[in-house]
């Protein structure tokens, strides 16, 4: 399985800013798909998630009412809609997948990772 995440940029305060992930190899393997960052000097925080019908998703504190997860699996495509982009939401935004049920916030329980893009949010 393989992820390569895309999108990322430079984008104003307030602007928007869409991520996607396209993921090739057995992605069938993926029950869960997520979205996490990490600025320079902090941890990887986790962003934001969905389960494979895409019935379910889950935010992280910093992010809910202004970023939307979804996925197109015709295409094995994950999007991050992100609105309303904050100064503190520039990092090095990761897609990563799991193969476990639950819809996790710990880095640790994706075993797939994409190299990452960056998002820059100028004040």
């Known amino acids: 399985v393989q992820l390569q995440a895309s999108g990322g940029g430079l984008v104003q305060a307030g602007g928007s800013l869409r991520v996607s992930c396209v993921v090739s190899?057995?992605?069938?393997?993926?029950?869960?798909m997520g979205w996490f960052r990490q600025a320079p000097g902090k941890e990887r925080e986790f962003v934001a998630g969905?389960?494979?019908?895409?019935?379910?998703?889950r935010y992280g504190e910093s992010v809910k009412g202004r970023f939307t997860i979804s996925r197109d699996s015709a295409k094995n495509t994950v999007y991050l809609h992100m609105n309303s982009l904050k100064a503190e939401d520039t990092a090095v935004y990761y897609c990563?997948?799991?193969?476990?049920?639950?819809?996790?916030?710990?880095?640790?329980?994706?075993?797939?990772w994409g190299q990452g893009t960056q998002v820059t949010v100028s004040s």
């Open positions: 990563a997948g799991s193969s476990i049920v639950a819809l996790s916030t710990t880095p640790a329980r994706y075993n797939y």
């Open positions: 190899g057995r992605a069938v393997l993926l029950t869960v």
């Open positions: 969905i389960n494979r019908s895409g019935g379910s998703t």
